[in-house]
């Protein structure tokens, strides 16, 4: 099973900044096949990346993705009020897929 | 517009069955995997199963495994999970989503239901 490690577990930064959320896997993810979700409280989670680096539909620029390997990030350049929300990394490259335990990204 | 509409929120008593259910619209419901993911209550996302109603493949988290039963239901476009005796520990919400498979990589969960929540206590 690839156990994915997330970090930091919360991130505190005000609107404005730049957040760099980091995945890591306990093996390599087949195919970069690594997404990241957005889940804001009482809310079904929403897929941001795809891929490693795909946006999903609708997804503005400011989100990206890249790395591939065991090591991935999520930026978000200019974070807004409606970002600040969990963010989950997943892999889906081998069975079981498996997500991370989440980083929880607060208004400083 | 691609829907997932889950099934309301159920109240149950250990020992008990249950079946909730996740109808889609909006696509070819045959084409598309649909993904459960358990959610207890203050914690992360933990995936239980896919099934491709296409042709009923259906796959298990080794932690599912025995624990529940996924299947689907062409002709009414809907997936089910099942639990025949439920446990207080499986209160939490569940979530349906799709995936889908293509040539060029695979969509992981692009769709999601709103969650059914299951409460078991006694």
């Known amino acids: 099973e690839v156990v994915l490690t997330q970090s930091p577990g919360t991130l505190s930064l005000s609107p404005g900044e730049r957040a760099t959320l980091s995945c890591r896997a306990s093996?390599?993810?087949?195919?970069?096949?690594l997404a990241w979700y957005q889940q804001h409280p009482g809310q079904a989670p929403r897929l941001l990346i795809y891929?490693?680096?795909s946006r999903a539909t609708g997804i503005p620029d400011r989100f990206s993705g890249s790395g591939s390997g065991t090591d991935f990030t999520l930026t978000i350049s200019r974070l807004e009020p409606k970002d600040f929300a969990v963010y989950y990394c997943q892999q889906y490259g081998s069975s079981p897929i498996t997500f991370g335990q989440g980083t929880r990204l607060e208004i400083k | 517009e691609v829907q997932l509409v889950q099934s309301g929120a159920e109240m149950k008593k250990p020992g008990e069955s249950l079946k909730i259910s996740c109808k889609a619209s909006?696509?070819?419901?045959?084409?598309?995997?649909i993904g459960w993911v358990r959610q207890m209550p203050g914690k992360g996302l933990e995936w239980m199963g896919l099934i491709y109603p296409g042709d009923s493949d259906t796959k298990y988290s080794p932690s599912f495994q025995g624990q529940v039963t996924i299947s689907a239901d062409n002709s009414n476009n809907t997936a089910y999970l099942q639990w025949s005796s439920l446990k207080a520990s499986d209160t939490a919400v569940y979530y349906c989503?799709?995936?889908?498979?293509?040539?060029?990589?695979?969509?992981?969960?692009?769709?999601w239901g709103l969650g059914t929540l299951v409460t078991v206590s006694s």
């Open positions: 891929g490693a680096s």
């Open positions: 909006g696509y070819s419901f045959p084409s598309y995997w």
């Open positions: 989503a799709r995936r889908g498979d293509f040539s060029f990589g695979v969509i992981p969960f692009d769709y």
């Open positions: 093996q390599s993810v087949s195919s970069s096949y």
